[in-house]
Protein backbone atom coordinates (compact mmCIF):
# COMPACT_ATOMS: atom_id res chain seq x y z
CA UNK A 1 0.00 0.00 0.00
CA UNK A 2 1.60 3.65 -1.09
CA UNK A 3 2.20 6.05 1.60
CA UNK A 4 0.14 9.18 1.84
CA UNK A 5 1.58 12.23 0.17
CA UNK A 6 2.88 14.76 3.04
CA UNK A 7 -0.27 17.21 1.98
CA UNK A 8 -2.56 14.28 2.38
CA UNK A 9 -1.19 13.72 5.86
CA UNK A 10 -1.10 17.38 6.71
CA UNK A 11 -5.34 17.51 5.48
CA UNK A 12 -6.14 14.40 7.56
CA UNK A 13 -4.24 15.76 10.80
CA UNK A 14 -5.90 19.23 10.09
CA UNK A 15 -9.22 17.61 9.73
CA UNK A 16 -8.93 15.72 12.99
CA UNK A 17 -7.86 18.65 14.94
CA UNK A 18 -11.38 20.27 13.55
CA UNK A 19 -13.21 17.85 15.58
CA UNK A 20 -11.23 17.70 18.56
CA UNK A 21 -11.48 21.43 18.34
CA UNK A 22 -15.52 21.00 18.00
CA UNK A 23 -15.96 18.85 20.34
CA UNK A 24 -14.01 20.44 23.20
CA UNK A 25 -15.51 23.91 22.57
CA UNK A 26 -19.10 21.89 22.37
CA UNK A 27 -18.39 20.54 25.99
CA UNK A 28 -16.76 23.63 27.11
CA UNK A 29 -20.12 25.42 26.47
CA UNK A 30 -21.86 23.10 28.96
CA UNK A 31 -20.55 25.25 31.96
CA UNK A 32 -22.75 28.51 30.71
CA UNK A 33 -25.85 26.11 30.46
CA UNK A 34 -25.34 24.90 33.76
CA UNK A 35 -28.66 26.41 36.27
CA UNK A 36 -30.98 25.24 39.09
CA UNK A 37 -32.12 22.66 36.48
CA UNK A 38 -29.04 20.66 36.95
CA UNK A 39 -28.76 20.89 41.00
CA UNK A 40 -32.74 19.95 41.13
CA UNK A 41 -31.34 16.83 38.95
CA UNK A 42 -28.70 16.07 41.80
CA UNK A 43 -31.15 16.38 44.26
CA UNK A 44 -33.83 13.48 42.81
CA UNK A 45 -30.87 10.84 42.22
CA UNK A 46 -30.44 11.97 46.17
CA UNK A 47 -33.60 11.40 47.27
CA UNK A 48 -34.37 8.02 44.69
CA UNK A 49 -35.13 5.46 47.25
CA UNK A 50 -34.77 2.76 44.15
CA UNK A 51 -32.40 2.51 41.23
CA UNK A 52 -31.52 5.23 38.86
CA UNK A 53 -32.10 3.51 35.24
CA UNK A 54 -30.34 5.02 32.62
CA UNK A 55 -32.11 4.43 29.51
CA UNK A 56 -31.53 5.43 25.57
CA UNK A 57 -30.77 4.42 21.92
CA UNK A 58 -28.02 4.18 19.38
CA UNK A 59 -24.75 6.69 20.20
CA UNK A 60 -26.56 8.03 23.07
CA UNK A 61 -27.42 4.72 24.83
CA UNK A 62 -24.05 3.92 24.57
CA UNK A 63 -23.38 6.77 26.28
CA UNK A 64 -26.04 5.84 28.69
CA UNK A 65 -23.96 2.73 29.48
CA UNK A 66 -21.02 4.57 30.33
CA UNK A 67 -22.47 7.38 32.95
CA UNK A 68 -24.97 4.14 34.41
CA UNK A 69 -21.64 2.23 34.90
CA UNK A 70 -20.18 5.58 36.46
CA UNK A 71 -23.30 5.73 38.92
CA UNK A 72 -22.61 2.79 40.05
CA UNK A 73 -19.16 2.46 41.07
CA UNK A 74 -19.62 5.45 42.57
CA UNK A 75 -22.21 4.85 45.12
CA UNK A 76 -25.24 5.43 43.22
CA UNK A 77 -27.14 2.03 41.94
CA UNK A 78 -28.17 2.14 39.07
CA UNK A 79 -28.12 -0.06 35.34
CA UNK A 80 -29.15 0.51 31.95
CA UNK A 81 -32.40 -0.25 30.53
CA UNK A 82 -32.47 -0.85 26.57
CA UNK A 83 -35.67 1.14 25.28
CA UNK A 84 -36.88 -1.27 22.88
CA UNK A 85 -36.60 -4.31 25.62
CA UNK A 86 -38.02 -2.14 27.97
CA UNK A 87 -41.05 -2.21 25.44
CA UNK A 88 -41.06 -5.83 25.59
CA UNK A 89 -41.09 -6.39 28.69
CA UNK A 90 -37.80 -5.32 30.54
CA UNK A 91 -40.05 -2.29 32.20
CA UNK A 92 -41.20 -4.78 34.46
CA UNK A 93 -37.78 -3.76 36.06
CA UNK A 94 -38.71 -0.57 37.20
CA UNK A 95 -40.52 -0.07 40.00
CA UNK A 96 -42.10 3.14 41.60
CA UNK A 97 -39.30 4.40 43.90
CA UNK A 98 -36.93 4.32 41.22
CA UNK A 99 -36.09 7.43 38.77
CA UNK A 100 -35.23 7.04 34.91
CA UNK A 101 -32.26 8.95 32.99
CA UNK A 102 -33.57 9.21 29.42
CA UNK A 103 -30.78 9.86 26.86
CA UNK A 104 -31.69 12.00 23.56
CA UNK A 105 -30.44 14.63 21.88
CA UNK A 106 -33.57 15.32 19.41
CA UNK A 107 -36.09 14.44 22.44
CA UNK A 108 -37.94 13.01 19.51
CA UNK A 109 -36.50 9.15 20.01
CA UNK A 110 -39.91 6.92 19.43
CA UNK A 111 -38.88 4.33 21.65
CA UNK A 112 -37.31 6.17 24.29
CA UNK A 113 -40.39 8.28 24.44
CA UNK A 114 -42.58 5.81 24.79
CA UNK A 115 -40.22 3.81 27.69
CA UNK A 116 -40.07 7.00 29.45
CA UNK A 117 -43.87 7.24 29.47
CA UNK A 118 -44.05 3.62 30.49
CA UNK A 119 -41.96 4.26 33.49
CA UNK A 120 -43.90 7.17 34.83
CA UNK A 121 -47.33 5.27 34.67
CA UNK A 122 -45.50 2.52 36.32
CA UNK A 123 -45.22 6.00 38.93
CA UNK A 124 -41.11 6.05 38.62
CA UNK A 125 -39.33 10.07 38.24
CA UNK A 126 -37.18 10.85 34.96
CA UNK A 127 -34.90 13.07 34.20
CA UNK A 128 -34.41 13.73 30.19
CA UNK A 129 -30.99 14.87 28.60
CA UNK A 130 -31.55 16.61 25.63
CA UNK A 131 -30.42 19.29 23.30
CA UNK A 132 -33.98 20.22 22.81
CA UNK A 133 -35.63 21.09 25.97
CA UNK A 134 -38.98 21.62 24.80
CA UNK A 135 -39.45 18.37 23.28
CA UNK A 136 -41.37 15.66 23.92
CA UNK A 137 -38.91 13.81 25.99
CA UNK A 138 -38.09 17.41 27.76
CA UNK A 139 -41.75 17.85 28.60
CA UNK A 140 -42.36 14.00 29.60
CA UNK A 141 -39.50 14.49 32.38
CA UNK A 142 -39.66 15.84 35.81
CA UNK A 143 -36.62 17.32 35.26
CA UNK A 144 -34.37 18.46 31.97
CA UNK A 145 -30.53 18.45 31.38
CA UNK A 146 -30.05 20.79 28.14
CA UNK A 147 -26.92 19.88 26.37
CA UNK A 148 -27.97 22.88 23.90
CA UNK A 149 -28.48 23.05 19.96
CA UNK A 150 -24.93 21.07 19.14
CA UNK A 151 -23.06 21.25 15.77
CA UNK A 152 -22.06 17.66 15.26
CA UNK A 153 -18.20 17.35 14.71
CA UNK A 154 -19.15 14.81 11.72
CA UNK A 155 -18.30 16.59 8.31
CA UNK A 156 -22.28 15.77 6.95
CA UNK A 157 -23.07 17.28 10.20
CA UNK A 158 -25.14 13.88 10.69
CA UNK A 159 -22.76 11.37 12.82
CA UNK A 160 -23.51 11.60 16.71
CA UNK A 161 -20.38 12.97 17.80
CA UNK A 162 -20.34 16.07 20.08
CA UNK A 163 -23.55 15.95 21.39
CA UNK A 164 -22.54 12.49 22.42
CA UNK A 165 -19.42 13.68 24.31
CA UNK A 166 -21.99 16.94 26.09
CA UNK A 167 -23.82 13.87 27.21
CA UNK A 168 -20.74 12.10 28.60
CA UNK A 169 -19.33 15.33 30.37
CA UNK A 170 -22.81 16.12 31.97
CA UNK A 171 -23.21 12.70 32.94
CA UNK A 172 -19.93 12.57 34.62
CA UNK A 173 -20.57 16.20 36.00
CA UNK A 174 -23.88 14.42 37.52
CA UNK A 175 -22.08 11.79 38.97
CA UNK A 176 -19.40 13.48 40.25
CA UNK A 177 -21.61 16.23 42.27
CA UNK A 178 -23.74 13.34 43.38
CA UNK A 179 -20.65 11.88 45.01
CA UNK A 180 -19.42 14.07 46.81
CA UNK A 181 -22.72 15.49 48.39
CA UNK A 182 -23.49 12.03 49.42
CA UNK A 183 -19.61 11.89 50.95
CA UNK A 184 -18.68 9.32 49.01
CA UNK A 185 -14.64 8.60 49.95
CA UNK A 186 -11.58 6.67 48.35
CA UNK A 187 -12.62 3.76 51.07
CA UNK A 188 -15.91 3.84 49.26
CA UNK A 189 -14.24 3.84 46.30
CA UNK A 190 -12.18 1.05 47.17
CA UNK A 191 -14.82 -0.81 47.98
CA UNK A 192 -16.43 -1.43 44.93
CA UNK A 193 -13.37 -1.67 42.29
CA UNK A 194 -11.28 -4.74 44.29
CA UNK A 195 -9.69 -6.08 41.49
CA UNK A 196 -6.97 -4.59 39.03
CA UNK A 197 -4.51 -1.96 39.48
CA UNK A 198 -6.96 0.55 40.54
CA UNK A 199 -8.29 -1.68 43.19
CA UNK A 200 -4.75 -2.75 44.69
CA UNK A 201 -3.83 1.26 44.72
CA UNK A 202 -6.69 1.41 46.92
CA UNK A 203 -6.33 -1.45 49.35
CA UNK A 204 -5.43 -0.73 53.52
CA UNK A 205 -2.23 -1.81 54.72
CA UNK A 206 -4.36 -3.34 57.02
CA UNK A 207 -5.12 -6.52 54.24
CA UNK A 208 -2.03 -6.67 53.03
CA UNK A 209 0.47 -6.57 55.86
CA UNK A 210 2.41 -9.31 57.83
CA UNK A 211 0.66 -10.24 60.87
CA UNK A 212 0.04 -13.21 63.89
CA UNK A 213 3.13 -15.47 63.31
CA UNK A 214 4.26 -13.99 60.46
CA UNK A 215 5.44 -10.67 62.60
CA UNK A 216 8.61 -10.98 64.72
CA UNK A 217 8.25 -9.73 67.98
CA UNK A 218 11.56 -9.26 70.01
CA UNK A 219 12.53 -7.46 73.27
CA UNK A 220 15.65 -5.23 73.69
CA UNK A 221 18.05 -7.32 75.58
CA UNK A 222 17.71 -10.67 73.07
CA UNK A 223 21.31 -10.67 71.11
CA UNK A 224 21.48 -9.51 67.85
CA UNK A 225 22.34 -12.77 67.15
CA UNK A 226 19.06 -13.96 68.78
CA UNK A 227 17.22 -11.60 66.20
CA UNK A 228 18.79 -12.62 63.59
CA UNK A 229 17.23 -16.04 64.39
CA UNK A 230 14.13 -15.10 65.28
CA UNK A 231 13.97 -13.30 61.40
CA UNK A 232 14.98 -15.94 59.92
CA UNK A 233 12.58 -18.54 61.23
CA UNK A 234 9.40 -16.20 61.20
CA UNK A 235 7.05 -18.00 58.27
CA UNK A 236 7.97 -15.78 55.32
CA UNK A 237 10.96 -14.66 56.49
CA UNK A 238 10.09 -10.33 56.68
CA UNK A 239 13.35 -9.40 56.69
CA UNK A 240 13.25 -7.63 59.74
CA UNK A 241 11.97 -7.69 63.61
CA UNK A 242 10.17 -5.31 65.53
CA UNK A 243 11.63 -4.40 69.37
CA UNK A 244 9.21 -4.18 71.46
CA UNK A 245 8.93 -2.95 75.48
CA UNK A 246 6.98 -5.11 78.32
CA UNK A 247 4.33 -3.13 77.59
CA UNK A 248 4.33 -4.43 73.83
CA UNK A 249 4.84 -1.06 72.35
CA UNK A 250 7.48 0.05 69.62
CA UNK A 251 10.82 0.78 70.61
CA UNK A 252 12.67 0.29 67.45
CA UNK A 253 13.22 -1.80 64.18
CA UNK A 254 16.17 -4.79 63.36
CA UNK A 255 16.55 -5.44 60.02
CA UNK A 256 18.56 -7.59 57.75
CA UNK A 257 20.14 -4.17 56.06
CA UNK A 258 21.25 -3.80 59.53
CA UNK A 259 22.62 -6.92 60.13
CA UNK A 260 24.53 -6.25 57.08
CA UNK A 261 26.38 -3.11 57.78
CA UNK A 262 27.11 -4.32 61.10
CA UNK A 263 28.96 -7.60 59.54
CA UNK A 264 30.52 -5.18 56.99
CA UNK A 265 32.32 -3.62 59.45
CA UNK A 266 33.79 -6.62 60.59
CA UNK A 267 33.54 -6.43 64.53
CA UNK A 268 31.61 -9.87 65.24
CA UNK A 269 31.21 -8.86 69.08
CA UNK A 270 28.22 -7.41 67.56
CA UNK A 271 26.12 -10.76 67.36
CA UNK A 272 26.25 -11.02 71.25
CA UNK A 273 25.07 -7.63 72.07
CA UNK A 274 21.84 -6.19 72.59
CA UNK A 275 19.73 -5.78 69.88
CA UNK A 276 18.78 -2.35 71.54
CA UNK A 277 21.88 -0.98 70.88
CA UNK A 278 22.07 -1.70 67.06
CA UNK A 279 18.42 -1.10 65.88
CA UNK A 280 16.81 2.04 64.56
CA UNK A 281 14.80 3.81 67.43
CA UNK A 282 13.07 5.83 64.98
CA UNK A 283 11.50 4.40 62.34
CA UNK A 284 8.75 5.15 59.59
CA UNK A 285 5.70 3.88 60.87
CA UNK A 286 2.04 3.19 59.08
CA UNK A 287 -1.29 2.98 60.51
CA UNK A 288 -3.70 0.34 59.25
CA UNK A 289 -6.38 1.84 57.92
CA UNK A 290 -4.24 3.99 55.21
CA UNK A 291 -3.89 3.03 52.19
CA UNK A 292 -1.39 0.78 49.91
CA UNK A 293 -0.31 3.50 47.91
CA UNK A 294 0.42 5.59 50.76
CA UNK A 295 2.71 3.16 52.15
CA UNK A 296 4.55 2.81 49.16
CA UNK A 297 5.21 6.13 49.11
CA UNK A 298 6.54 6.05 52.16
CA UNK A 299 9.05 3.58 51.43
CA UNK A 300 9.97 5.04 48.56
CA UNK A 301 10.69 8.68 50.03
CA UNK A 302 12.67 7.14 52.47
CA UNK A 303 14.29 4.37 50.68
CA UNK A 304 13.12 2.24 53.32
CA UNK A 305 12.20 -1.93 52.73
CA UNK A 306 9.94 -1.96 56.16
CA UNK A 307 7.65 -0.13 57.81
CA UNK A 308 5.92 -1.51 61.04
CA UNK A 309 2.31 -0.99 61.64
CA UNK A 310 1.01 0.19 65.05
CA UNK A 311 -2.10 0.52 66.89
CA UNK A 312 -3.60 3.44 68.25
CA UNK A 313 -1.60 2.71 71.23
CA UNK A 314 1.50 2.45 69.85
CA UNK A 315 1.64 -1.29 69.55
CA UNK A 316 2.84 -3.52 66.63
CA UNK A 317 0.22 -5.29 64.80
CA UNK A 318 1.63 -5.99 61.83
CA UNK A 319 4.72 -5.61 59.58
CA UNK A 320 4.61 -3.69 55.93
CA UNK A 321 7.59 -5.34 53.59
CA UNK A 322 8.40 -3.47 50.22
CA UNK A 323 7.89 -6.89 48.20
CA UNK A 324 4.66 -7.57 49.73
CA UNK A 325 3.43 -3.91 48.08
CA UNK A 326 5.20 -5.45 44.57
CA UNK A 327 3.41 -8.25 45.32
CA UNK A 328 0.21 -6.49 45.24
CA UNK A 329 0.97 -4.25 42.37
CA UNK A 330 1.58 -7.22 39.74
Known amino acids: MPSPQKSQVQD ?66 SFFLHPAEALHGDLGRVRPQDLLLALSNSGETAEVLQALAAAKKVGAGAISMTGRPESRLGRLADCVLDIGRVEEACPLKLAPTASTSAMMALGDALAMVVLGDRGFDREDFARFHPAGALGHRLLTVAEVMRGGRELPLVTGNLTV ?34 LRRLITAGDYTVLDEPVASHMSRHPK ?35 IDVQDLLDVEA
Open 285 to 319: VLAPNQLVEEAHRLLREHKKDQAPVLDEDGRPIGL
Open 225 to 258: AETQVAISTTPGRPGAALVVDEQGRLQGIFTDGD
Open 12 to 77: RLARAAEVIRLEAATTARLEQRLDERFSQAVDLVLGCEGLLVVTGIGKAGLVGQKISATLASTGTP
